[in-house]
């Protein structure tokens, strides 16, 4: 793997940005809502909508350390956080892709919370030689890192930025080139990712980028639990990212 590459990953790994992706399809969930009776279809959208959660509330259904056993979790800091914010498209359609896969809310949201949560590496045997140990540390520098981020929106705003984001993914299949703090990626394919079931709808991507000559291959995870937006963005060292399966369960369930 050439420096170039390493370079723009640990960069993107380490903002806990990954703005710079794109897509095209997804799979979505089954409309379960065709199939309930009139009376009870009518019951629902007769329920007032919840309210938006804050960012404090957010912060407390976040997943954490004890909910991924099988990760690092850990916080972006302030200034990471700050250099994902300037995430921007080189086509103003594909915009909600970039906003999803950098951390940032998808349209106005009225709270918001962010993480991220790095695979840990196979354990070395206790009899190891040094190579085995070596080769286990290179493995585990190579897991694949997910930013998390959770945004809570008024009305129907969760519902309208998830198909925004659905939109942008067809209107920019052809790909696009995303930008921030100074540094660029060109997609170059998209294809729908292993399909999801969670929430009241979800999306599924793959995305094909090319770093100075490097092909990389990321995951986009989005998933609507009612009026809260979860994105999950994975990217991997190695160039090939794995879906965060493990995360998109943990984060799903604690969003009850």
């Known amino acids: 793997m050439r420096n170039a590459l390493v370079r723009r990953t640990v960069l993107a790994a380490s903002a806990v940005s990954l703005a710079l992706l794109a897509t095209a399809c997804g799979s979505d969930k089954a409309d379960t809502k065709a199939d309930a009776k009139p009376s009870e279809a009518a019951a629902t959208s007769a329920a007032p909508a919840a309210k938006a959660k804050t960012s404090a509330e957010l912060a407390g259904v976040i997943v954490v350390q004890a909910d991924l056993p099988t990760h690092v979790v850990k916080a972006p800091t302030d200034a990471e956080t700050a ?59 190579g897991g694949t890192t997910t930013s998390v981020y959770l945004a809570s929106y ?8 998830f198909a925004s984001v659905k939109t942008a993914g067809t209107a920019c299949a052809g790909g696009y080139t995303g930008s921030q703090a100074g540094d660029s990626l060109k997609i170059t ?39 809260t937006l979860a994105t999950f963005s994975a990217l991997s060292l190695t160039g090939v990212a794995e879906q965060p ?8 369930k604690k969003l009850g």
């Not at 008024?154 to 930025?161: Q, V, Y």
């Not at 599924?204 to 995951?219: C, K, L, N, P, S």
């Open 83 to 141: 250099a994902a914010a300037g995430a921007k498209s080189d086509k103003p359609e594909c915009q909600p892709l970039v906003s999803a896969q950098s951390m940032n809310p998808v349209g106005t949201a009225a709270g918001t919370a962010g993480t991220r949560a790095v695979a840990k590496g196979k354990e070395p045997a206790a009899d190891a030689s040094p190579e085995e140990k070596l080769k286990a540390g290179l493995d585990a520098l």
């Open 189 to 227: 394919k998209v294809a729908p990712g292993a399909a999801v079931t969670a929430g009241d709808e979800a999306l599924a991507y793959t995305v094909t980028g090319d770093a100075d000559g490097e092909t990389i291959t990321m995951e986009l995870v989005v998933v609507r639990k009612g009026n």
């Open 245 to 252: 399966k493990a995360v998109v369960d943990a984060q799903v």
């Open 154 to 161: 008024e009305g129907k705003g969760a519902a309208e930025a």
